[in-house]
């Protein structure tokens, strides 16, 4: 069984944390990266805290202090934009005006440098958020690997592109350009591999960047400063650490920012966009809310449901935007399906992210466990009951996964994205009555369908596609393979981010014109020849 004190035992005490985990000192960074230079930073500094505590004397627990970043305001936000503006120069500067065989150069390099510093990010995304040693690693490699394949994509896109076009009479060149300035944030959850997933498209297709970290997971990115400053020209990417609501709105009312690449909060997107003067010159790249819900038909596989479920519903403690927040089982299935999931919850390693086989690790804040604490609260006060032993015990920032049920309309756990280690389950008669749990929810990212019935799950998929960007047959929901499209309905996105989509998310197609004469094809040649246009060229990225 779990309790506080149980809990409180799993934190280390002084000394009992492995050598080979520790950071080797507290990374309290005073310098930022504005027009390619450093800035020292004298002024108030924000303690980043660690999820993980650490046992005191006295038996009590404390977060433990990681190190510190700057807090900035409108002034060095003003800075940081105004160095993007000009490194972009109205499409002038070196940077959008850059043959895409030379960004990519410049991004591989970059590369290069950010493999150099494996071990230390891995340990610092360990640190700042408490994710597992090994999905740590996995996040830090699978971001290396989208970078490669976007790489890859950009030069099979700029190959495609590299060639002349005729059409009733008119010779034309089409190839996809940068948007301006972007604006990118990136979410705590995966502030590596999410953050990169927009700014590296943005940067490939030769936007400048304004990079603001998240609020969890900011120190994570001190070891690529210098990667930044070396790989790009000038100003292409500038960094601003500060509160988001107090630079965020003062940047876009400025009417300098292109594109907001945001993933986080579908309130605060409606609230940024509507801060640009000109709302249609403002285009929104946006990965927001999901509360994707799993419908178990009656002749669902229970052992591959349950499996499924408990990975969807808890990896990484619940904390993604895939994850599992609904599951919605027909009745028939629903004491068996309960009496098996809490089995297997009991069955989860709980404890710090270095321990090998752990499934469940500190939250990122005590406010994390106190809304997790309060959205059973009430469910139980509007009828729900806790049914597995332990669950929704905590102490400081370890939760205990809780299965809730029933879970009904009118419960924060109906309708809220809890983004945590909680299991909400409600029980259906009528499959009308889980589709439409899906079809007047606010969120339309995914959902996952556990049944065998192919007359059935066929049914289902055509509303469901119609309601949400992804339907997973028995499997969870998921982001992966990056190749895919992954997107979302409702308040759940805007635009589509993937490998391909990403670099069209953040480019527009232009072109060059010419009618179909003797003279227009020979001014095209000699400007081919000539190597005159880097827009104007028929050459081959091998």
Same mark, same amino acid.
């Given at each position: 069984?779990?309790?506080?004190?149980?809990?409180? =035992?799993?934190?280390?005490?002084?000394?009992?944390?492995?050598?080979?985990?520790?950071?080797?000192?507290?990374?309290?960074?005073?310098?930022?990266?504005?027009?390619?230079?450093?800035?020292?930073?004298?002024?108030?500094?924000?303690?980043?805290?660690?999820?993980?505590?650490?046992?005191?004397?006295?038996?009590?627990?404390?977060?433990?202090?990681?190190?510190?970043?700057?807090?900035?305001?409108?002034?060095?936000?003003?800075?940081?934009?105004?160095?993007?503006?000009?490194?972009?120069?109205?499409?002038?500067?070196?940077?959008?005006?850059?043959?895409?065989?030379?960004?990519?150069?410049?991004?591989?390099?970059?590369?290069? #440098?950010? +493999?150099?510093?494996? =071990?230390?990010?891995?340990?610092?995304?360990?640190?700042?958020?408490?994710?597992?040693?090994?999905?740590? #690693?996995?996040?830090?490699?699978?971001?290396?690997?989208?970078? *490669?394949?976007?790489?890859? /994509?950009?030069?099979?896109? !700029?190959? @495609?592109?590299?060639?002349?076009?005729?059409?009733?009479?008119?010779?034309?060149?089409?190839?996809?350009?940068?948007?301006?300035?972007?604006?990118?944030?990136?979410?705590?959850?995966?502030?590596?591999?999410?953050?990169?997933?927009?700014?590296?498209?943005?940067?490939?297709?030769? @936007?400048?960047? +304004?990079? %603001?970290?998240? =609020?969890?997971?900011?120190?994570?990115?001190?070891?690529?400063? #210098?990667?930044?400053?070396?790989?790009?020209?000038?100003?292409?990417?500038?960094?601003?650490?500060?509160?988001?609501?107090?630079?965020?709105?003062?940047?876009?009312?400025?009417?300098?920012?292109?594109?907001?690449?945001?993933?986080?909060?579908?309130?605060?997107?409606?609230?940024?966009?509507?801060?640009?003067?000109?709302?249609?010159?403002?285009?929104?790249?946006?990965?927001?809310?999901?509360? @994707?819900?799993?419908?178990?038909?009656?002749?669902?596989?229970?052992?591959?449901?349950?499996?499924?479920?408990?990975?969807?519903?808890?990896?990484?403690?619940? #904390?993604?935007?895939?994850?599992?927040?609904?599951?919605?089982?027909?009745?028939?299935?629903?004491?068996?399906?309960?009496?098996?999931?809490?089995?297997?919850?009991? =069955?989860?390693?709980?404890?710090?992210?270095?321990?090998?086989?752990?499934?469940?690790?500190?939250?990122?804040?005590?406010?994390?466990?106190?809304?997790?604490?309060?959205?059973?609260?009430?469910?139980?006060?509007?009828?729900?009951? *806790?049914?597995?032993?332990?669950?929704?015990?905590?102490?400081?920032?370890?939760?205990?996964?809780? *299965?809730?049920?029933? *879970? %009904?309309?009118?419960?924060?756990?109906?309708?809220?994205?809890?983004?945590?280690?909680?299991?909400?389950?409600?029980?259906?008669?009528?499959?009308?009555?889980?589709?439409?749990?899906?079809?007047?929810? !606010?969120?339309?990212?995914?959902?996952?369908?556990?049944? @065998?019935?192919? +007359?059935?799950?066929? /049914?289902?998929?055509?509303?469901?596609?119609?309601?949400?960007?992804?339907?997973?047959?028995?499997?969870?929901?998921?982001?992966?393979? !990056?190749?895919?499209?992954?997107?979302?309905?409702?308040?759940? /996105?805007?635009?589509?981010?993937?490998?391909?989509?990403?670099?069209?998310?953040?480019?527009?197609?232009?072109?060059?014109?010419?009618?179909?004469?003797?003279?227009?094809?020979?001014?095209?040649?000699?400007?081919?020849? !000539?190597?005159?246009?880097?827009?104007?060229?028929?050459?081959?990225?091998?």
């Amino acid at each position: 069984m779990r309790d506080t004190e149980n809990l409180k =035992q799993l934190f280390p005490g002084a000394n009992e944390i492995p050598l080979e985990h520790r950071l080797a000192s507290p990374v309290h960074q005073r310098t930022y990266l504005v027009g390619g230079e450093f800035r020292a930073w004298g002024g108030e500094c924000k303690t980043v805290l660690s999820p993980i505590c650490e046992r005191q004397a006295d038996g009590s627990v404390r977060q433990m202090e990681i190190g510190s970043y700057p807090v900035m305001g409108e002034a060095e936000s003003d800075a940081a934009l105004a160095a993007a503006v000009s490194a972009y120069d109205s499409g002038r500067g070196e940077w959008p005006t850059m043959p895409v065989a030379k960004r990519i150069a410049c991004m591989q390099d970059f590369v290069r #440098q950010m +493999v150099a510093q494996r =071990q230390e990010i891995v340990h610092l995304i360990m640190w700042e958020i408490g994710k597992s040693l090994a999905d740590s #690693q996995k996040e830090f490699d699978r971001t290396v690997e989208y970078i *490669v394949a976007t790489i890859e /994509a950009l030069r099979t896109l !700029d190959n @495609n592109a590299s060639r002349f076009e005729i059409a009733e009479g008119t010779i034309g060149q089409i190839r996809r350009t940068p948007l301006g300035v972007v604006l990118c944030m990136g979410p705590y959850n995966y502030p590596l591999n999410e953050t990169f997933a927009t700014l590296i498209p943005a940067l490939l297709m030769g @936007n400048t960047v +304004v990079f %603001k970290p998240p =609020q969890y997971g900011t120190l994570l990115f001190w070891p690529l400063m #210098q990667a930044f400053c070396s790989a790009f020209p000038r100003g292409v990417i500038n960094t601003i650490y500060a509160p988001g609501a107090v630079v965020v709105p003062h940047m876009l009312a400025s009417g300098k920012i292109g594109v907001l690449a945001l993933i986080g909060s579908s309130k605060v997107a409606d609230y940024l966009k509507k801060q640009h003067p000109k709302s249609h010159r403002l285009r929104a790249v946006l990965g927001l809310d999901a509360k @994707n819900a799993a419908i178990v038909l009656p002749d669902a596989d229970l052992d591959l449901t349950v499996r499924e479920c408990l990975l969807g519903a808890l990896s990484f403690n619940g #904390q993604r935007c895939t994850a599992l927040k609904m599951l919605i089982v027909h009745r028939s299935l629903v004491d068996e399906f309960l009496r098996r999931i809490t089995k297997a919850v009991g =069955q989860l390693k709980i404890g710090m992210p270095w321990e090998q086989g752990v499934s469940i690790t500190p939250l990122p804040g005590l406010h994390r466990t106190a809304y997790m604490t309060e959205a059973i609260e009430d469910a139980k006060a509007k009828g729900a009951q *806790v049914v597995n032993q332990g669950g929704g015990a905590y102490c400081a920032t370890l939760y205990y996964p809780a *299965v809730v049920y029933p *879970v %009904k309309e009118g419960m924060k756990l109906y309708r809220e994205e809890q983004f945590g280690p909680l299991v909400p389950v409600m029980a259906y008669d009528d499959v009308e009555e889980a589709l439409e749990y899906v079809i007047s929810s !606010d969120h339309g990212q995914q959902v996952s369908v556990f049944g @065998n019935d192919p +007359v059935q799950i066929g /049914a289902l998929v055509d509303p469901l596609v119609n309601q949400v960007c992804r339907v997973n047959l028995n499997c969870q929901c998921q982001r992966g393979p !990056d190749v895919f499209p992954f997107a979302g309905r409702k308040d759940s /996105a805007e635009g589509t981010l993937s490998v391909n989509d990403a670099l069209r998310a953040f480019s527009i197609r232009s072109m060059v014109a010419a009618r179909q004469t003797p003279a227009s094809k020979r001014l095209l040649d000699d400007i081919v020849r !000539d190597h005159c246009s880097n827009f104007i060229n028929t050459g081959f990225i091998l």
